[in-house]
């Protein structure tokens, strides 16, 4: 174990010459062994009745060691243990130069060694901390020893910029080690005596705040306060459901008894279709079972199954998207199960769920309630908003013309354009080469024909555009044009056509999706076909009530937590009364006086 030396550079006496066994010590009292200097050290340190003696230092050496341990240097307890067993021994009448040379040839490194240069270290360390009452600053190394280049901002920005340019995940010290070494370093025009290893790449990267993280599956990251998707909540699905909801019926009260809506001329009644998917195995259903003491435990399968995938609609008149015989069967039913794997089905994609909606759900609820409309509700999955394959998709324009990029729809540009002589022109979106074929437009043409001057703006940005930005680059400022924000979805458009209504939930809102809420549903739906008529139809009506309820809140102001309590706390209730939304508010909202 090391200890840090205290150096005294103006101790007289101390020669030394080439070589060790040259040391000469030439104020040395022979007699007594003590140094001319330390003589002098208690000859002009303070009076003593101002210095404290070994008993309380000793008590103030082991309050530091239990209470200030973890802001000390290794070092720095080395010497506070040194310390202490020095104190004892003075307590225990040992003289001052026997105490130090017991304690030396404790610590000493060599056994063969006289330690006396040791013995010496620890009576100025004694003598510093009795005058002084705290340890000798540390001196090792120096400022320009211990300087890192890291410390230069330009070092720092460069290292940082090479990191962020790597893909996500592949950044390791040996990757980075390389990087130093070979392209950050000499691109700043420094050049090293040595490469650096990997250890000093591992200590740069902490302290460049990378951090090495546990791989998972996945992360769900909670938007539901996110600026967009509270404007989208607030702007469009909010306004969209208070205005189906007059043409609804509603199931109220403990027996769930329905309130037909109050119809106008022309009018049609709306019923609220819910959809989405879930996936099970075939293995993990049974987790318990009763058993006689003394039978022996079943055996289950290891693996977990074959995958089943089911799609499926519910809703309040019916529970289950289905057609149903005279005396209750199902006669037909808008469920689709799927059993995707080697050797099985093909996985879930865009084009089995339009299959699904356009040939099965759309006709079986025009068969179950004819002279009515449905209202689609589905969440913002990757397939429910899925767009056309020649969709506006501004990130998938190359800089020039042709290329490797598809043909997209030709477009009308919108009245919203920033400037009014362009409003309402038509825009192709392909144009003729050199050769005569016709090829898709490039960014800066097209943006360039909506009146935008981008020739000094770069093409995209990379890896991403800032999610705050708009005009980043020429893809994202094309991105928010209205003409290519404002594009229907393949489903909204099938079930538009078909003369029903469409609407996609918010971000992050799972529960506004009754299908979501609870596990009955989800564990019928996991018991696959023979299950999936065993969720009653009430169990579903009053889920819907508690997505109507969950709506209620949100139109009242409150999100998050609050109306999470507010649903629970009017759970016997299809809708909140504006009264109790206000008291609610009242209560979960801090005074503005507070």
Request: hydrophobic fraction near 35%; glycine fraction near 6%; proline fraction near 5%.
């Amino acid at each position: 174990m090391e200890v840090e030396e205290i150096e005294d550079e103006d101790a007289p006496g101390a020669c030394f010459h080439s070589s060790p066994d040259e040391y000469v010590d030439l104020n040395v009292d022979p007699d007594t062994g003590v140094e001319c200097w330390e003589e002098e050290l208690h000859e002009t340190r303070a009076h003593p009745t101002e210095i404290r003696g070994w008993a309380e230092l000793r008590d103030q050496i082991n309050d530091d060691l239990k209470k200030k341990f973890k802001t000390f240097t290794p070092s720095q307890v080395n010497q506070l243990i040194i310390l202490r067993s020095f104190a004892t021994l003075h307590l225990r009448s040992v003289g001052k130069l026997k105490a130090s040379e017991q304690i030396a040839l404790q610590w000493q490194d060599d056994v063969n060694g006289s330690a006396a240069h040791f013995a010496r270290r620890i009576r100025a360390l004694a003598s510093h901390y009795q005058v002084n009452e705290q340890l000798p600053i540390e001196k090792c190394g120096g400022y320009k020893n211990a300087r890192s280049i890291l410390k230069e901002e330009s070092v720092r920005t460069a290292a940082r910029t090479w990191l962020t340019s790597q893909k996500v995940g592949s950044i390791t010290p040996t990757k980075f080690c390389n990087g130093l070494n070979t392209e950050i370093l000499p691109g700043l025009g420094i050049s090293l005596k040595s490469p650096f290893c990997t250890k000093t790449a591992l200590r740069w990267l902490v302290k460049l705040r990378w951090m090495k993280t546990t791989l998972k599956k996945g992360v769900y990251m909670d938007g539901h306060e996110r600026k967009d998707v509270i404007n989208y909540r607030q702007m469009v699905y909010l306004p969209k459901i208070a205005e189906y909801q007059n043409q609804m019926a509603k199931y109220k009260g403990p027996e769930l008894k329905k309130i037909e809506p109050n119809l106008k001329d022309g009018e049609k009644e709306i019923i609220a279709v819910f959809q989405d998917e879930s996936c099970c195995h075939a293995n993990e259903f049974q987790t318990t079972a009763w058993m006689r003491p003394g039978v022996d435990q079943i055996l289950q399968r290891k693996g977990r199954g074959r995958l089943i995938r089911i799609s499926d609609f519910i809703l309040e008149s019916t529970g289950r998207l289905v057609v149903l015989n005279e005396d209750g069967s199902v006669k037909r039913e808008a469920c689709k199960i799927i059993y995707p794997g080697s050797g099985g089905d093909p996985y879930w994609d865009k084009n089995q769920l339009l299959a699904q909606v356009k040939n099965v759900a759309i006709p079986v609820f025009k068969e179950a309630n004819p002279g009515k409309q449905a209202l689609f509700i589905s969440d913002q999955s990757s397939a429910h908003a899925a767009l056309p394959d020649n969709a506006l998709r501004a990130f998938e324009m190359n800089k020039s013309n042709g290329g490797a990029q598809r043909t997209q729809r030709d477009t009308v540009i919108p009245v919203t354009n920033k400037y009014p002589e362009y409003h309402m022109k038509p825009q192709s979106m392909t144009t003729l080469n050199a050769d005569g074929k016709w090829v898709p437009k490039e960014l800066q043409q097209v943006l360039g024909e909506h009146g935008f001057n981008v020739t000094h703006m770069r093409a995209k940005c990379q890896p991403v555009c800032p999610f705050e930005n708009h005009d980043c680059c020429v893809a994202c400022l094309l991105s928010h044009q209205d003409d290519f924000v404002n594009q229907t979805s393949e489903p909204e458009q099938i079930i538009v056509d078909a003369g029903h209504l469409c609407l996609f939930l918010p971000k992050f809102h799972c529960e506004l999706n009754p299908i979501e809420m609870k596990t009955t549903f989800g564990q019928a739906k996991a018991a696959a076909i023979q299950c999936l008529d065993a969720c009653p139809v009430d169990v579903i009506h009053r889920f819907i009530n508690c997505f109507w309820r969950f709506t209620a809140v949100h139109q009242g102001g409150l999100t998050g937590k609050a109306a999470a309590w507010a649903v629970r706390k009017f759970k016997s209730h299809r809708t909140i009364s504006n009264a109790a939304l206000i008291s609610l508010e009242a209560l979960v909202q801090p005074h503005s006086d507070a």
